[in-house]
């Protein structure tokens, strides 16, 4: 991760906006990398990684390019399976 971290309400599109905000407020990471950003998932080693474009063709459609791959993601951080592929701490 080498961006500054950005807020997903600077997004200029309403469509994906609503989809970062939804991301982020359950633990993405959203920095400005790339042609506008770039979502790091929760986990420890971020094996899901998605990139934001700043002006899309079709914002609906790139919203929904974005909850897909970010379905790819197997496990919440707090989730005590994470601890077994090292992407969690078990207390």
Sequence with gaps: MVGREIAAADHPS????????????KGWVLRSEGHWGTLYCPCEDHCTVIRVGGTPKNPSQ??????RKAKW???????????????????
Aim: glycine share 8%; charged share 35%; hydrophobic share 35%.
């Design 62 to 67: 790139d919203a929904r390019r974005i909850q």
């Design 73 to 91: 993601c197997p496990l919440p951080p707090d989730d005590p399976r994470a601890a077994l592929r090292g992407g969690g701490v078990v207390n």
């Design 14 to 25: 309403k469509e994906i906006r609503e989809v970062l905000k939804r991301l982020v407020s």
